[in-house]
């Protein structure tokens, strides 16, 4: 029931923030604070005394919904999900935080949005039925499209139709699949049902399945984002309010990468590994065209919006490698981008509220008047080129391991990626803090409200840099059941591509004392050392 | 007739002798509430009549009438929602020149008429109910006789559905001679060889076709749909899109059935055709509109489309969607139209979209309802607008409709966008224009439609499982 009552907390915060908003702007901020905290301490709390649990699923619940239909209101909690909600109610309190000051204009209303929308993602992170995982994606949507076009900047309508009518028509490609795959397990079983645990596995033929996965796939990829798919994000990102920004940039993209860990690989075993070599070729073009686009920004916000598109490239990248390693990664860089470009945009906030401009050639030589945000922001560029010691080195270092297991060449061009995201981060903290000045600001330094936040974020991507394992142990059941149908599937490619007397050595146990006789060769012995290589 | 003919033609009863003591109440004591009071209250008891006769049915009253419980879904959401047009009009005629009372008893006859509809057995009681409705509307729609936008609607309704009318007639008369009856049991029966159907019958319902899409608004018999939309007093808009449509929709999935018409291939198609056009000439022409009645208009005219689908999957399964797609739909006209109505004097009518600039900042609670309203026109998650595509594309997958199923996703991300457009429009920063007064009845209808939106569109179990166990044609 805890899951149900994560996301009725949320509601119920939303609902009084907007009604108290009238009153007193302060009480909205209060209450959404509040909601986001108790549902913060009571993940935390009731999973620490779970964990450690080698059960498929921390958490299950399931009620009926539309039973005509097959329909039931499925969620469930494991380790991804878990680690996904931890990032989820943290980013959500700091977003609460960063807007005391910035909206002054129907704060009740902008709470009430703000909260919709994490308890959107909420549900999306943890619902297993498929229709239930349509509604909360879409549940997403309306709330921010209201947040960017009432509190965003100059440009905001066009934004969020854009945002709005992209994400739309590929959620509805995605509810076409849903509704596809529910009539080919109707058809194939004879119950029709919309759960994930049921229609995983589905016997269909490889077209319908290819089909169906992608339009699973354009609405996870345009939410990604992906090249060529990811004209929206820029102007959202820039448009929006410092809260949408930070919203979008670490929660709502990482719910395209869940959708691809939770639904694409273990739905589609097969299909996506078909996919994978146009997976990880989008992935690396997205690396490097979003490095490229980022460098030749002027506004300071869309640079960082770029570089959302860089990093999600990893993201993609490690998807389609179909190995633990790489899945690790993908597990790291979605919780380290989530607080280093969410940290970027709370900079950025913060220098907007400042100075009002975000054009970067109107700013440098920052650091004299304010050292502490300057500290902050290169702290933050540093993590966003991967440096180590801070998380996102830990994510593509995984993420670049496991894709060269899968393609050395796509790995390659990705390491590329790394040297362009330092030219990209180098830049934002020469260009913004360092160098000559070009306008005289008088501005102050972080509040104390500010600097709270901006600490909480370098604590949590210091702890992430050198103590990622707690997370990687957490997430590692849960990846390790999306790989399972994938581990067979490779593995008998890899087993039909050779000999067939391969295959009985490679099946014979290892070599014992008593075997003398039935010493292997040296060919097969390689072969057995490569088997092992190939799947960890 | 026996008693327990009479016992089922209750509800029809009510209504028809309704307007009589309306006009006598008139002719005593020319009084807008004690008028108004009694049209609440008898189109109250005739929907409570509906539960009352439940137990004795089906029931035939041959050769005229089938009194099923399809035909009472029907009923039902005739009445309610002739009762919330009501509810939404009592300001709205209260402030009208001229004669005033005169609205309800119109009100009458047009639901009468649109009752028979859901109950027709027999060609004749089609046509007794068609025009029945249409000449009501006529008189309807021209209410204001000051302004001439209602005149001009008026004459545009009349003249085209006259003609449609007699090609409907004609059509009616093809059909008779095919099968030598007009009677749709009869039919029914003559059919039950699965011969195909002659060319005759076929000629015979395309010309049918012709009066029924134009009171549905179909393309291409649509032109007179914007023009009317926007002449028509605003509550009278409203009583269009839902219950004439609903009415005409009824009848035409009867009869659809009857004579099997999705085993036809040429019937198949020319349905086909009709529907995508409609959805995409709606959705296309709507982008553009800056009045909110004339996109409303066009809005319907594509949201038809989407429902003709339904006709095709020629399964029980289809016209259970069908009627959960009408409450929906019907409720959120009226949403929309309500608030178009709450808003209006008989100065100033609230039809272009800058009226509504800001109305979020004034008054909340109806741009809410408003915002809802939209937002399950378009398909959104939460709303019953959602749970009823997701069923009609349930059902149109079904029945392997792919072609229509994408072109009704295409139009549903086109409608989207003007939708979007009015909904950024209510949220923007307020203009200065005042607004009026809003009574407590439309208050309390609007609020009804606005939770209904909600609950449908998140608990709609209840309603699909009534729909699913009582419904089979």
Known sequence: ?536 | MTEKDFLCLTPFLIIAIAPVVIMIVISILRNYRVVYGFSVVSLLIAFCSIFFILPSLPHTIEPLLIIDIYSMFFLGIIFISALLVTFLSYDYIKQLEGVREEYYIIIFTSTLGASLLAVANHFVIFFLGIETLSISLYILIAFQRTKSNSIEAGIKYLILASVSSAFLLFGMALIYTAFGSMQFSVITAALVSHDPLSPLVIAGFGMMMVGIGFKLALVPFHMWTPDVYQGAPAPVSAYIATVSKGAVMAILIRFFFIIRGFNNHYLFIAISAISILSMFVGNILAIRQKNIKRLLGYSSIANMGYLIIILLTGSNKGIQASIFYLISYFITTLGAFGVITLLSTNEYEAEKIEDFKGLFWKRPWIAIVFTLSLLSLAGIPVTAGFIAKFYIILEGMKAGLMFLIISMIINSVIGLYYYLRIITMLFSTASDAKLPELSLIGNISLSFIGISILILGIYPGWLIDIIVKFVNL
């Open chain 1, 1 to 536: 029931m805890i899951l149900i009552y994560l996301i009725v907390i949320l509601l119920a915060g939303a609902f009084f923030a907007w009604i108290t908003g009238k009153r007193n702007p302060v009480w909205p901020r209060i209450i959404s604070l509040s909601a986001l905290s108790i549902d913060l301490i009571l993940i935390i709390l009731y999973v620490l005394q779970s964990l450690p649990s080698n059960k498929d699923w921390l958490i299950d619940l399931r009620l009926d919904w539309i039973p005509a239909f097959g329909i039931s209101l499925h969620l469930a909690l494991d380790g991804l999900s878990l680690v996904m909600l931890i990032l989820t109610f943290f980013l959500g309190i700091i977003s609460v935080i960063i807007s005391w000051k910035e909206i002054d204009s129907k704060v009740g209303f902008f709470h009430f949005n703000l909260l919709l929308i994490l308890a959107g993602i909420t549900g999306v992170f943890l619902s297993l039925d498929l229709f239930l995982f349509y509604f909360f994606w879409e549940l997403m949507l309306v709330p921010m499209y209201f947040l960017i076009g009432i509190w965003g900047h100059k440009n905001r309508l066009a934004a969020s139709n854009k945002f709005f009518l992209y994400t739309q028509a590929s959620g509805l490609l995605m509810f076409i699949s849903i509704i596809a795959l529910y009539f080919v397990h109707g058809h194939a079983t004879g119950s029709y049902t919309f759960d994930y645990l049921q229609l995983l596995g589905t016997s269909m033929p490889s077209s319908t399945a290819m089909l169906i996965m992608l339009g699973f796939l354009a609405a996870f990829l345009v939410k990604l984002p992906v090249v060529p798919l990811h004209n929206w994000l820029p102007d959202a990102h820039t448009e929006a309010p410092t809260a949408g920004s930070l919203i979008l940039a670490a929660l709502l993209l990482k719910t395209g990468a869940y959708g691809l860990l939770r639904f694409i690989v273990p739905l589609f075993p097969s299909e996506s590994v078909t996919f994978a070599p146009i997976g990880m070729l989008l992935g690396v073009a997205g690396i490097l065209y979003g490095a490229k686009l980022a460098f030749a920004q002027t506004d300071l916000k869309r640079l960082v919006a770029y570089t959302s598109v860089s990093h999600m490239g990893f993201v993609i990248l490690g998807v389609f490698s179909f190995n633990e390693l790489a899945y690790q990664g993908v597990v790291i860089q979605m919780i380290s981008h989530g607080i280093s470009t969410g940290a970027l945009f709370v900079l950025v906030g913060q220098l907007y509220e400042r100075i009002h401009t975000r054009d970067i050639n109107k700013m440098g030589g920052l650091w004299e008047k304010v050292p502490v945000m300057g500290a902050m922001g290169l702290i933050f560029s540093m993590a966003s080129l991967g440096l180590p010691g801070l998380g996102n080195f830990i994510a593509e270092l995984l993420i670049l391991i496991g894709a060269f297991k899968a393609n050395i060449l796509m790995s390659c061009l990705a390491s590329l990626g790394l040297i362009a995201a330092t030219i990209y981060s180098l830049r934002i903290v020469q260009k913004v803090f360092l160098g000559n000045k070009n306008t005289e600001w008088k501005m102050n330094d972080l509040t104390l409200r500010e600097k709270v936040v901006s600490a909480s974020l370098v604590i949590a991507i210091v702890w992430l840099g050198l103590f990622p394992n707690p997370v990687l142990n957490t997430a590692k059941p849960a990846l390790l059941k999306t790989l399972k149908n994938q581990k067979e599937i490779t593995f008998q490619n890899l087993v039909n591509k050779t000999n067939n007397a391969y295959l009985t050595l490679s099946t014979q146990p290892f070599l014992t004392t008593k075997d003398t006789k039935k010493v292997p060769s040296t060919q097969s012995y390689n072969f057995n050392s490569l088997c092992s290589l190939r799947n960890p």
